[in-house]
């Protein structure tokens, strides 16, 4: 896996423990490893349930000491202590339970969307109740992330939201950005997120600032029967239960040509990035 997938926890259950000015909890856990990155203090591991935090899933840590997993290679497995703080998740006591043969199982790794894949033609339905396909906005560069309306954590949602419109407020002056750029976000939560609910919650972010000029920017939601295909594309990850939803971060720009640009994961890219690699892909197109 080249990309590594996007931190994240099973939030919902933390916040309604409480769980954020409470001590560090500590759960034991035997994995998967599929990959490693010592350098970046990184490790994605496929496991099982951990009661009372959340169900089996591969998912992405950091490790208190990256010696330990200096030597993992994809395959082994092992056993650490998952420690959950303030919301984040780290791995501790990472130890060999056995070797692996260097390869993973099938249906195994998380797939992320490669430079210059074709994006298929998922349908949505958006804010004004539209049914839109992706490739009717071929020859306009798109930027899509995905949310659901009722996320609770500024972090992770509600900051894809913000950085779009930082995106949008850096292309002010890019000649005839407003024309060919197309942000999408796209919700997971079709059962909840109705056109009437993803109206309103655009509206929110879609607030012009004077003498600004306005993006196309859809408030969209993909169908249950689709929402699969769609995830494993866009290599996002997504566990509905209860209030909230546990997710990764997923954030694609697409080019003109309907081929996939770049792919960022996590909440940490930076919007200036992302407008200057929209800015080089509107070029190309």
Request: charged share 20%; aromatic share 8%; glycine share 8%.
């Amino acid at each position: 896996m080249k990309r590594t997938l996007a931190i994240f926890l099973l939030i919902g259950a933390c916040l309604a423990a409480g769980c954020q000015s409470k001590p560090a909890k500590h759960y034991p856990i035997e994995a998967l490893v599929i990959s490693a990155d010592p350098a970046k203090k990184l490790i994605i591991v496929k496991h099982g349930d951990i009661p009372g935090l959340m169900p089996g899933m591969t998912m992405t840590y950091e490790v208190a000491d990256p010696r330990q997993i200096e030597s993992l290679r994809p395959g082994d497995k092992i056993s650490a202590d998952l420690v959950v703080s303030e919301n984040v998740g780290r791995l501790e006591k990472i130890q060999l339970i056995s070797k692996g043969e260097g390869k993973l199982p099938p249906g195994t790794s998380q797939r992320i969307p490669q430079k210059g894949d074709d994006v298929p033609d998922f349908a949505l339905v958006n804010q004004d109740g539209k049914l839109i396909h992706f490739h009717d906005f071929r020859g306009k560069t798109l930027l899509i992330t995905f949310i659901y309306t009722r996320c609770p954590l500024p972090d992770f949602c509600p900051r894809m939201n913000e950085n779009f419109r930082a995106v949008q407020k850096l292309l002010q002056a890019t000649p005839d950005a407003t024309q060919k750029v197309v942000f999408f976000s796209v919700s997971f939560d079709p059962k909840n997120d109705t056109p009437a609910v993803l109206k309103h919650y655009g509206s929110v972010y879609k607030n012009i600032v004077s003498g600004e000029k306005p993006f196309e920017w859809q408030f969209a939601a993909l169908s249950e029967n689709d929402l699969p295909s769609v995830a494993q594309f866009f290599g996002l990850v997504y566990q509905p239960g209860g209030a909230e939803i546990v997710h990764s971060l997923s954030t694609t720009l697409v080019g003109p040509d309907g081929k996939v640009v770049d792919w960022y994961s996590g909440n940490d890219w930076l919007p200036a990035d992302v407008a200057q690699a929209i800015q080089s892909a509107m070029r190309q197109g």
